[in-house]
């Protein structure tokens, strides 16, 4: 008699086995009990009869609600018509706890309930689903940059610095000093590229965004490589064998998830390099052709980019924006020192912006300047200049946010169930 998981049942037909879980359901049919248990790994249905387990067992089965965890042994019996494939006929069951009634019903709850029982609405099978994707892009996320030589250095979370504006900063005390959470890795990733070349990072990062969207989190999770002698060009390269690597992984590994999400495979199938890369001033013809009142040096706006992002069937690229409205590091444009060398990579069918990034200022002088010009504390930064008086290189880096690309690939029209427990604008609880 062994122990095993439910997706391991193909290995133990015809053998008797435990299997330990919780019960989504139960139907009575006279002497037979039919219970629906999962163990994470997947559901089975499990088959009481009062004739094999005696009337003791058969009542305290009787008993079992929504959410009652269990240890059954029993036959496992191949049957074509069962949902996985294979049944449990119970030899003998072991209670550890009926549950009390259960708050998440099979029936339609709103958003609002299940965000407050998120950590019981992670129970449920469609959850599973977006998680199990999530694990899976983290995945193909990492082994796309350790296939590539790219070493992994983690940037940390309390910082003295402000990586992206200071209006979206969490302050805390760290001891005498005030530190902020971090809101990007990249400053220290631009100091580990000049180490090590290539380099990622992967964790999480804090914004204080005072929108209520359905885009925005207060804490999401980013990765993101930077480069050293690399320009923007290849980060437009990078960018999309990395967006259509993790699609591809996703298609491969979790079809079954997609299904149950009714995300059609069709429309991420197309997610193939090349991807149409548009000026931030071609961005603003489309615009005003598609009747936006969008004029040039205007920021995108959610609505913008999901207008935008409709016209392409693959993520579209956009790239050199106004110098004014990007951040303090980013490099200028030779040939037109009013824009950026960044991109966005606008997610398509209207999800906008799942990447930023670009190639970074590595004049020391010029670096100066455009702290002081934002109003930044110089001496915050020491470190940071140092990195353009020591061996100074072009390099260029972007982020992706994890949880908007589990919103995209997931076909969700909100990020708050692509992360296990989502910090929101009005939710810190559970
Ligand atoms: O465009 P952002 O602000 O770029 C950076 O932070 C750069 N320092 C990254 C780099 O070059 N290394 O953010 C990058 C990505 C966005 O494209 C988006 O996917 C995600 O991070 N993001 C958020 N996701 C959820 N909630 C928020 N509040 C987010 N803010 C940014
Ligand atoms: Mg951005």
């Not at 086995?17 to 002497?31: F, P």
């Not at 049957?79 to 998440?104: C, K, T």
Request: hydrophobic share 40%; with cysteine.
């Amino acid at each position: 008699m062994s122990v095993m998981y439910i997706d391991e049942a193909a290995a133990h037909a015809g053998q008797e086995v435990t299997i330990r879980g919780w019960l989504r359901s139960r139907r009575d049919k006279g002497k037979l009990h039919f219970l629906i248990v999962r163990d994470g790994t997947g559901d089975i249905q499990a088959v009481v009869s009062k004739a094999t387990v005696g009337d003791a067992q058969f009542a305290r089965s009787a008993e079992l609600t929504q959410e009652s965890s269990l240890v059954l042994t029993g036959t496992l019996r191949q049957d074509a018509r069962a949902p996985g494939g294979y049944e449990l006929d119970v030899l003998r069951l072991d209670v550890l706890q009926v549950a009390e009634s259960f708050p998440i019903q099979p029936k339609e709850h709103g958003t609002g309930f299940l965000m407050e029982h998120r950590h019981l609405w992670l129970r449920s099978s469609r959850q599973h689903a977006v998680l199990r994707i999530r694990h899976e892009i983290i995945r193909a996320c990492r082994n796309f940059f350790d296939d590539r030589g790219f070493t992994l250095v983690d940037a940390p979370i309390f910082t003295p610095n402000a990586c992206e504006g200071t209006t979206t900063l969490f302050q805390t005390q760290y001891f005498d000093e005030t530190a902020y959470l971090t809101q990007s890795g990249q400053l220290y990733s631009e100091a580990t590229a000049a180490a090590f070349g290539k380099v990622y990072c992967f964790g999480p990062t804090f914004r204080a965004e005072k929108s209520k969207t359905r885009r925005h989190l207060m804490e999401f999770w980013m990765v993101e490589p930077e480069v050293a002698f690399a320009q923007l060009p290849d980060m437009m390269d990078l960018a999309e064998q990395f967006l259509a690597h993790i699609v591809a992984a996703v298609l491969k590994s979790r079809r079954a998830e997609l299904l149950l999400l009714e995300r059609d495979p069709a429309k991420l199938e197309r997610v193939t390099a090349p991807f149409p890369r548009i000026t931030y001033e071609e961005a603003i013809d489309i615009l005003q052709r598609k009747g936006n009142p969008a004029k040039p040096g205007d920021d995108f706006g959610a609505d913008d980019e999901t207008i935008l992002s409709k016209e392409f069937d693959r993520p579209v690229i956009v790239h050199r924006y106004p110098a004014a409205l990007k951040a303090f590091y980013m490099e200028t444009d030779p040939e037109r020192p009013d824009l950026a060398l960044c991109m966005d990579v606008l997610a398509p069918e209207g999800y906008g912006e799942i990447i930023g990034g670009g190639q970074r200022i590595h004049s020391h002088e010029k670096l100066l300047g455009r702290i002081r010009e934002h109003h930044l504390p110089v001496e915050a930064f020491q470190w940071y200049l140092d990195l353009r008086r020591f061996g100074s290189v072009p390099h260029a880096g972007f982020g992706m946010g994890i949880e908007r690309a589990v919103a995209w690939i997931c076909g969700l029209d909100h990020v708050r169930e692509t992360i296990p427990f989502p910090r929101m604008l009005y939710r810190l609880y559970p």
